[in-house]
């Protein structure tokens, strides 16, 4: 990002941001089955955005399941009968092996499917899904869909190393919001160890609180090099 030194010295400007902006890409080719989220919906950790075709998986899933009960069924009686010697321990150590294999199998599909259903990773915002139904998704790790957090809000800057220096993380910092306009408090909390060695600046990350409201993305805004942090109700008239 390019930020612009404003007229007066000590004042430096920059632009809100998600404070996580995360691309979900699919493990696994495949052919979209159902598309479940809508871009611009909100979203909670979990939710399932997209499915692919994971029918004939399922099917696996039916057959593993059918063959564990009737396994689990055999070890049982297997289990009966040597308690009345009518078994040997190495019919039931088999039957046994066979259970767990079995399950084994029926975990590994059920897996594969759980893979093929594509959730949001963090409450957010959808701002893209590139697929719809019956599109086929060609490769593994093929973005699908991005989910943004919008709460809290973070801002980054690249400060003068003189003024950067000035700054740890944990400090609390007032940021003017022109277009509000408000002033808003932030927390730095990052401050990089290095800085570039053309233009001498470090860059720092500031995470806006938005307990006096919420902000949008893109949104102006202001560093005061100096600057105290303001009352929790200074974004109010």
Do not use: W
């Amino acid at each position: 990002m390019i930020l612009t030194l404003s007229a007066r010295a000590a004042e430096f400007t920059s632009y809100t941001e998600p404070s996580r902006n995360i691309e979900i890409s699919s493990p696994e080719p495949g052919v979209v089955q159902d598309v479940i989220a809508k871009e611009g919906q909100m979203v909670k950790a979990g939710d399932v955005l997209v499915k692919l075709d994971a029918r004939v998986i399922e099917r696996e899933v039916d057959i593993a399941r059918a063959e564990l009960k009737y396994k689990e069924s055999r070890l049982e009686k297997l289990q009966k009968l040597q308690d009345k010697k009518f078994a040997s321990s190495n019919e039931v150590e088999r039957a046994q092996n066979d259970v767990d294999i079995t399950k084994l199998k029926l975990s590994r599909a059920e897996a594969l499917i759980d893979r093929l259903t594509l959730k949001s990773p963090i409450d957010g915002i959808v701002t893209e899904i590139r697929f719809d139904v019956s599109e086929s998704v060609t490769g593994a790790n093929s973005h699908v869909a991005t989910v943004v957090q919008l709460s809290p809000m973070r801002v980054q800057f690249n400060l003068p190393t003189e003024e950067a220096r000035k700054l740890k993380a944990g400090d609390s910092v007032a940021l003017r919001f022109p277009d509000i306009p408000a002033t808003r408090q932030a927390k730095v909390e990052f401050v990089s160890p290095v800085s570039t060695a053309v233009v001498n600046t470090v860059r720092v990350t500031m995470v806006v609180s938005d307990d006096d409201g919420p902000l949008t993305a893109g949104m102006k805004c202001v560093y005061e090099a100096g600057g105290t942090s303001p009352p929790s109700d200074s974004g109010k008239n």
